[in-house]
């Protein structure tokens, strides 16, 4: 939904609601679905917000709640009773509650917790015991369980019975006595189904695709795209099925992911706040420490300049071509970078193909050094009109740098993530900073070898 079109809702809402004509505000807000409601309740004012929210159906309130900010549900929680936050909480998917308590200030989880029923809250101490950025963190408990023994007239009774309250029943997980997980069967294998009386078993699928509660989320997420799954078992040590992770939670995931990896590799703390909702004070802090890291760690190059001044005094020329070599290693760099952090991201390169992303990079980096010195050189010869010796200076400058630059750029975020740290922070600030300074030491080092300073 458009911004327009949201702002045009909020405006038919309001002039409604002003002129207390319910029943119309009611038949707008059914004709919505979840997603782009929360898209309206977000641009509303907070006074309007619980008034519209005893208008939705019990089961879009849930689902539009689930999808509102933090900010925006502490703000509805705070106008609701405590009767229809009891609706509201129950209604919840286990996963939605349990990250609802983990973002909500600590008076309002009482309060929240103080509505929920004894299952409710079992459901969300047993997810809340999982590290936030595993499968288990971001499981939900309520899936479809079947027998293996059951018939698949059976199996329907009790999809039909209990399949309202799961998160899904495209996929129902066939689990032992002690609940190990031994296979998956489709609804569609249930339904087409000629014999009514054959046992679940023979329907299922024994080879599962599943996750330990541990598994980082993201690296479950990538499963789906490998695999194309609408859900994917958890399970613990034992194999005993606790949960699974849905296809739209993983989508979720990778966008969060992605936005992260977005901030780091720009040199601002993460964060998942809509722009517009972070204040002065959060973009500040979001951005300042990254600019005074690399503020410090930049005043190596002016010690490299400082430490060579008699050779730009002697050729002043010399000066005028640290911009252009600077920005080429650090875009050479970032190139690099850019490239191995995707495809470390989607499992295409793995820590032990280090020695091959050395080799592949460093005969890219030639090819593509060697080329811009070639038609570097010709143009501060034809061009600029510059000495023989500076013109060679320079370009043997630019074949060393993207070859350093690369070689920086393909090795840094593999030892990152090897020693356990994101590598989208080895991205482009932090890259150009390292490269800046190894560039100046080879520029100024050819300079006085070729020159003769």
Not at 101 to 125: D, F, H, W
Not at 194 to 208: G, N, Q, R, S
Not at 273 to 288: A, H, I, V
Not at 428 to 443: Q, R
Request: aromatic content about 6%; overall charge negative.
């Amino acid at each position: 939904m458009s911004n327009t079109t949201i702002q045009t809702i909020v405006s038919m809402l309001a002039h409604l609601d002003d002129a207390k004509k319910y029943q119309s505000l009611r038949d707008v807000l059914q004709t919505l679905p979840a997603p782009d409601l929360a898209a309206v309740f977000e641009d509303l004012a907070p006074e309007k917000l619980p008034v519209l929210f005893r208008l939705c159906p019990k089961d879009l309130a849930a689902e539009t709640f689930a999808e509102l900010t933090p900010e925006t549900q502490q703000s509805l929680i705070e106008g609701l009773s405590d009767k229809e936050l009891q609706i509201v909480v129950e209604e919840l998917c286990a996963d939605d509650a349990a990250d609802l308590v983990e973002e909500m200030p600590a008076g309002v989880v009482k309060r929240i917790l103080a509505q929920a029923g004894p299952e409710t809250r079992r459901m969300i101490n047993e997810l809340l015991k999982y590290p936030q950025d595993s499968a288990g963190g971001v499981m939900t408990p309520e899936f479809m369980e079947l027998s293996p023994d059951w018939t698949v007239r059976r199996a329907m009774e009790e999809i039909r019975r209990n399949g309202f309250d799961k998160e899904t029943i495209n996929s129902c997980y066939v689990t032992g006595r002690d609940r190990t997980l031994e296979g998956v069967v489709s609804l569609r294998a249930l339904v087409l189904a000629k014999d009514e009386t054959a046992p679940v078993h023979e329907l299922m699928e024994t080879a599962v695709i599943s996750v330990n509660t541990a598994t980082d989320r993201e690296e479950t997420s990538r499963l789906f795209e490998k695999y194309g799954l609408l859900a994917i078992p958890v399970v613990d040590n034992e194999n005993r099925l606790v949960g699974i992770v849905t296809v739209d939670d993983a989508i979720a995931i990778l966008q969060d992911e992605e936005s992260e990896d977005f901030a780091k590799m720009n040199a601002m703390a993460p964060t998942d706040k809509p722009y517009f909702r972070m204040n002065l004070w959060e973009l500040y802090r979001s951005r300042t420490p990254w600019l005074l890291f690399l503020m410090v760690s930049a005043t190596f190059s002016s010690l490299v300049i400082r430490r060579y001044e008699d050779a730009l005094a002697a050729v002043t020329v010399l000066t005028a071509y640290i911009p252009m070599l600077t920005d080429t290693g650090g875009n050479a760099g970032s190139q690099s970078t850019s490239t191995i952090i995707r495809g470390i991201a989607v499992g295409d390169i793995r820590l032990q193909d280090l020695p091959r992303v050395i080799w592949r990079e460093l005969r890219v980096a030639l090819l593509c050094g060697a080329t811009l010195a070639v038609c570097n050189f010709a143009k501060l010869t034809l061009l600029d009109r510059v000495g023989t010796g500076v013109a060679l200076a320079v370009s043997l400058t630019l074949v060393c740098t993207v070859m350093l630059s690369q070689f920086i750029g393909g090795v840094l975020p593999m030892v990152a993530r090897k020693i356990g740290i994101d590598p989208a922070v080895m991205a482009s600030p932090l890259i150009t900073t390292i490269v800046d300074t190894t560039t100046l030491l080879l520029y100024f080092n050819f300079a006085r070898l070729v020159l003769g300073l």
